[in-house]
């Protein structure tokens, strides 16, 4: 009676605890050897995974449910990922979070797990898909902001724009800051005494000239004014007797009107289509994305249709 007890003791012992989760091991094939699927340190494109692990931050699915939580395996390459109890049809994996371009897999099976048991779900091959470049035939500097799935590691503005991940970005143009040129100078004055527009004009226009000429610019530098395409400076003194009222105080306007912006066209694979600013794209593999100003001729089109 007693070696009964006994030996039934010792199969609730052994018994599976159904209120633990199945333990599936999946490994990775062909990563490139700068992404191990796990590392000890923290790093770009890892999210962690235990004290001192890091896993790849690949999204894996067994159906369409994602693990409770995963840990190191047996072997290169290799996960356990941990899930209740169900049937399993298909096992996925995607690195959509990361800048590694590499391929969603994903492979047919047929597994019933049951808690607290170990499971062997093969491997999964995986392939680096060809990296995508942006561009600008123009200047001034391209911004490529990566927008959500990303993990937190991962920078948001890329840096590398030949060699640009698959994902969803905000594609952002900045030109450079307009050139800085000479004021354009109207300059009135307004005379009294000896010399005005009736007494001796050809004096008052003499001393208006050299003082637009020499002081203006001056008094402008010293003041930190700053002119650039279609800027005028409309400035006003006062003359008494042929001498400048306070020469180094004139009166001053800015006024400004810009030339209109360039229209800037995104050209991807042979289509071109009008650019605005924080456009958003969805690049895939292998694209190539070039930002260009319009062409003349084609702007010509579009103005004489209008």
Same mark, same amino acid.
């Given at each position: 009676m007693a070696s009964t007890l006994s030996i039934a003791a010792a199969l609730l012992l052994t018994a599976a605890n159904p209120s633990k989760p199945a333990a599936v091991t999946i490994c990775f094939e062909g990563l490139p050897k700068e992404l191990p699927l796990f590392t000890?340190?923290?790093?770009?494109?890892?999210?962690?995974?235990? /004290?001192?692990?890091?896993?790849?931050?690949?999204?894996?699915?067994?159906?369409?449910?994602?693990?409770?939580? $995963?840990?190191?395996?047996?072997? /290169?390459?290799?996960?356990?990922?941990?899930?209740?109890?169900?049937?399993? !049809?298909? $096992?996925?994996? *995607?690195?959509?979070?990361? !800048?590694?371009?590499?391929?969603?897999? *994903?492979?047919?099976?047929?597994?019933?797990?049951?808690?607290?048991?170990?499971?062997?779900?093969? *491997?999964?091959?995986v392939e680096q898909g060809q990296f995508s470049s942006v561009s600008a035939n123009l200047p001034g500097k391209v911004e490529l902001v990566r927008l959500p799935p990303f993990s937190p590691e991962l920078g948001r503005t890329s840096d590398d724009l030949k060699r640009v991940a698959s994902g969803s970005y905000q594609l952002n143009y900045r030109p450079p800051p307009p050139p800085e040129i000479p004021c354009e100078i109207s300059l009135?004055?307004?005379?009294?005494?000896?010399?005005? /527009?009736?007494?001796?004009? /050809?004096?008052?226009?003499?001393?208006?000239?050299?003082?637009?000429?020499?002081?203006?610019? *001056? $008094?402008?530098?010293?003041?930190?004014?700053?002119?650039?395409?279609?800027?005028h400076v409309n400035m006003q003194i006062s003359i008494n007797d042929g001498v400048v009222y306070r020469p180094l105080e004139p009166t001053y306007e800015v006024t400004s009107k810009p030339p209109p912006p360039p229209e800037i066209h995104l050209v991807r694979d042979g289509k071109r289509a009008p650019f605005k600013f924080g456009t958003k794209v969805a690049i895939q593999y292998g694209e190539s994305l070039v930002l260009e100003e319009q062409p003349r001729e084609l702007a010509d089109n579009v103005k004489s249709k209008r």
């Open positions: 000890n340190a923290p790093a770009k494109n890892y999210r962690q995974a235990g /004290e001192e692990l890091y896993v790849l931050d690949v999204s894996v699915r067994l159906n369409d449910a994602m693990p409770q939580r $995963i840990s190191r395996g047996k072997g /290169e390459g290799c996960l356990k990922a941990w899930l209740p109890a169900q049937w399993v !049809d298909e $096992i996925s994996a *995607s690195f959509e979070r990361t !800048d590694t371009n590499l391929l969603p897999v *994903s492979r047919k099976t047929k597994l019933k797990l049951k808690p607290d048991l170990w499971y062997d779900g093969g *491997s999964l091959a009135k004055a307004n005379a009294e005494g000896t010399v005005t /527009e009736t007494k001796h004009p /050809e004096v008052l226009r003499e001393i208006v000239e050299n003082y637009r000429r020499g002081m203006a610019p *001056s $008094i402008l530098s010293l003041q930190g004014v700053k002119c650039h395409a279609g800027d």
